[in-house]
Nanobody, 122 residues
Framework: VQLQASGGGLVQAGGSLRLSCAAS????????MGWFRQAPGQEREFVAA???????IYSDTVKGRFTISRDNAKNMVYLQMNSLRPDDTALYYC?????????????????WGKGTQVTVSS
C-alpha cells in the first residue's frame, strides 16, 4: 500500500488548506485512516482519524478547526484545515491503520505516506 499526501503550502494565519491523501489500492474503505504531524524538533503528534464507517476523532488542538473526511470510491482521505495558526506549522503525514477504526497512536498504523509541508505565517 502506498499513500501520497499533497496539498500543503504556505498560508497566512487564519487561512485554510485542504490536504489530500491518495491510497494505491482499496485501503481507504477498509481501514481506519489518520493524519499526523511533526514540527521541527518535536515528536510526531496525532491530528485526526476516521474509521471505516466515517466516525472521526480529533486532537484537542485541532478540534473545531480541522475536518477529516474520506471518499472510498476514490481511495482518498482529506483534511480540511481552517483557522490555521502558526503552531500548526509542521510536516503532515497520512497513514492507514491496522484496523478499521480510527486510532490515535502512531503504532496503530502500519502504512505511512511521505509528508506534505504546511507552513502558517503570522
Amino acid at each position: 500500500v502506498q499513500l501520497q499526501a499533497s496539498g500543503g503550502g504556505l498560508v497566512q494565519a487564519g487561512g485554510s488548506l485542504r490536504l489530500s491523501c491518495a491510497a494505491s489500492r482499496r485501503t481507504v474503505s477498509n481501514n481506519g485512516m489518520g493524519w499526523f504531524r511533526q514540527a521541527p524538533g518535536q515528536e510526531r503528534e496525532f491530528v485526526a482519524a476516521i474509521a471505516w464507517n466515517g466516525v472521526s476523532i480529533y486532537s484537542d488542538t485541532v478540534k473545531g478547526r480541522f475536518t477529516i473526511s474520506r471518499d472510498n470510491a476514490k481511495n482518498m482521505v482529506y483534511l480540511q484545515m481552517n483557522s490555521l495558526r502558526p503552531d500548526d506549522t509542521a510536516l503532515y503525514y497520512c497513514a492507514a491503520a491496522r484496523s478499521s477504526y480510527g486510532a490515535t497512536f502512531g503504532s496503530q498504523y502500519n502504512y505511512w505516506g511521505k509528508g506534505t509541508q504546511v507552513t502558517v505565517s503570522s
